[in-house]
């Protein structure tokens, strides 16, 4: 992915983009003007929206047209899932997700996701799509 022959400074396009997002996600909110993209310079729709998470889909490089799932549980009888994370922790091309539950009462919060305490580390290397939801608020982080 690089264009240089010096491998170990190699940075992974996802990666950057992920370190953009857990930047905004640790400081909420700059002043900036930007194109509607994953790594926009702030959280919501504009600086006045108090949205604490950018939330992803990603996919990995072996099944580009099918969304990573991840279960909503560590209780192994829980077998529901979700494809929708917030970025928790990157180190080099090693990213920590949390997954996201779809909200039941997304209609009365207007928040469409719950946290979980369901997490997953990959190597971005696997990565190959990262998609970005509409920037919100997740509560109980």
């Known amino acids: 992915m690089c264009n240089n022959n010096e491998v170990n400074n190699c940075e992974n396009c996802i990666a950057e983009i992920l370190k953009v997002i857990l930047l905004l996600q640790q400081s909420v909110c700059q002043n900036d003007t930007c194109l509607q993209t994953c790594d926009k310079g702030y959280l919501g729709q504009n600086c006045a929206t108090f949205c604490n998470t950018r939330p992803i889909v990603l996919y990995t490089c072996s099944s580009a047209s099918t969304p990573l799932a991840m279960p909503i549980s560590k209780d ?15 180190d080099g091309n090693c990213a920590t997700c949390r997954v996201l539950a779809p909200n039941d ?4 919060t207007g928040f469409p996701y719950t946290a979980t305490n369901s997490f997953f580390t990959i190597n971005l290397n696997c990565v190959c799509i990262i998609r970005c939801l509409d920037d919100t608020f997740v509560d109980t982080l």
Do not use: D, G, H, Q
């Open 76 to 90: 192994p009888s829980i077998t529901t899932t979700s494809n929708v994370f917030r970025l928790e922790k990157l």
């Open 105 to 108: 009462n997304a209609s009365t």
